[in-house]
């Protein structure tokens, strides 16, 4: 079904003039939140995989997944992707996203590009829904650490099963992987990205939580996370994971589930 709110486990919601595909898990009262999960660079709501049930089923929360456009099973998009694709679709689609899910309260859980989103989100504009974010391998600035590791990706597409493997994910694989990889290798794109003044602007809890052995970014960017929001005065926790890489909910999922529990259970 295409519908502006999500009613069913699976479907689309129109969002920014999008088809946009989501997985849902519904919560267990009609007073427990809903988890917004925000997926990464080449992520969709399918590679959330057994650990969106598990967190619903964990913290008796909803759990709603969706694949952003270009993505998935998502409304195709136009190459080459602006650099300032986050911020856009932070303006242009997100809302609408959050708009069709019928909860009071909403947690933000991204990784990677898709805890950028989150932050982006969360200080641009006060939404009295949510009620706080936990940002997993986030991007905050660029790192040339992790140019390097994206640029060895791109000569792995092109020359390893990496295109066949992602094609079982995407309805559009090479634009999912090029508008992905080419903003990212643009020489540009840092300023783009840039938004560590930003991160004074949280308003609310947020949990940062990166694997120390992240091969696609350093705990600069926990750390400066971490200073901003202690600089404004605001609440922040922080979780590092020994020996894991960049996707926590994938290598440690046992772990980052009671992570995120833990944070919910301790919200206002």
């Not at 849902?24 to 917004?36: C, R």
């Not at 990205?193 to 991160?199: A, K, T």
Request: charged content about 20%.
């Amino acid at each position: 079904m295409t519908s502006s709110t999500a009613t069913t486990k699976s479907g689309f919601v129109e969002a920014g003039g999008y088809a946009l595909e989501y997985t849902f898990e519904p919560p267990a009262s009609a007073d427990a939140p809903v988890i917004l999960l925000l997926h990464e660079g080449l992520g969709c709501a399918q590679l959330w995989g057994g650990f969106r049930t598990a967190l619903a089923e964990a913290t008796g929360a909803g759990a709603f997944a969706y694949s952003r456009e270009g993505y998935g099973a998502s409304s195709p998009i136009q190459l080459p992707r602006p650099l300032d694709y986050m911020r856009q679709h932070v303006r242009d689609v997100l809302p609408d996203v959050i708009a069709g899910i019928d909860a009071t309260r909403i947690l933000l859980v991204g990784h990677s590009d898709g805890a950028t989103i989150a932050a982006l989100y969360a200080t641009a504009k006060p939404d009295p829904r949510v009620c706080g974010a936990v940002l997993i391998a986030p991007h905050f600035f660029v790192e040339d650490f992790s140019i390097r590791e994206i640029a060895k990706t791109k000569v792995a597409y092109e020359t390893t099963d990496l295109r066949a493997k992602l094609a079982r994910w995407h309805k559009d694989v090479d634009g999912a992987f090029r508008g992905w990889n080419d903003v990212w290798l643009n020489p540009d794109f840092g300023a783009a990205l840039e938004m560590r003044e930003e991160l004074t602007g949280f308003r609310i809890p947020v949990l940062g939580m990166q694997g120390d052995a992240d091969q696609y970014g350093t705990l600069a960017q926990i750390d400066v996370l971490e200073s901003s929001i202690g600089a404004a005065g605001g609440h922040f926790e922080r979780v590092i994971l020994p020996g894991i890489q960049h996707s926590p909910h994938r290598e440690a999922p046992s772990e980052t589930i009671a992570a995120i529990k833990g944070f919910l259970d301790r919200l206002p």
